[in-house]
């Protein structure tokens, strides 16, 4: 996405809310937070918000400092079955609502989050 896109959907604050509130909810929810590895949740936080960030046209802070996305890749070593895709994008509803976007600008995330979550998906067991 480009500058202008980031700066519609609300800029640096806008992925600082979406990050913080989707980690709120997962420390609320056992199937997402038994998933995590690190017990505290603050640089997992960071490393989703640096993403959007980037994702969204903002500043690349993501790149620098953790290189090439790979998000599939990244995620391979979790067991991401279609019952952890619902609960993460149950955290993450949350979390966009948090942000507080137009009708248009809320569509627009969350079609990504949506095919993104299904993109994420590595196994269909238990
Ligand atoms: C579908 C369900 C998903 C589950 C259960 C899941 C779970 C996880 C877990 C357990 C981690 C490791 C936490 C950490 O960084 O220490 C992680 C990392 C991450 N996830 Fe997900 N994730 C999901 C989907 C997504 C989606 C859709 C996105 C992006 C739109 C995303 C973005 C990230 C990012 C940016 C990281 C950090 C990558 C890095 O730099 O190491 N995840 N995720």
């Known amino acids: 996405m480009d500058k202008q896109t ?8 806008t992925f600082a809310t979406i990050a913080r509130v989707f980690y709120e909810g ?32 903002g500043p ?5 400092k953790r ?8 995620h391979s070593p979790f067991k991401i079955n279609p ?3 619902q609960h ?3 955290a993450m509803r949350n ?4 942000a507080n976007l137009s009708e248009a600008d809320d569509a627009l995330v969350w079609d990504y989050f949506e095919r993104a979550a299904l993109a994420m998906v590595n196994t269909f067991e238990d």
């Open 95 to 98: 979390a966009v609502d948090a």
């Open 26 to 57: 997962v420390k609320a929810d056992p199937v997402l937070h038994e998933m995590y590895p690190e017990e505290d949740l603050s640089a997992a936080e960071e490393r989703l918000r640096m993403f959007l960030v980037q994702y969204w046209g």
């Open 6 to 13: 980031f700066d519609q959907l609300g800029g640096e604050q």
């Open 83 to 85: 019952n952890a895709k």
């Open 60 to 64: 690349t802070e993501y790149q620098e």
């Open 67 to 74: 290189g090439h996305p790979r998000l599939r890749m990244r």
């Open 88 to 90: 993460w994008l149950a």
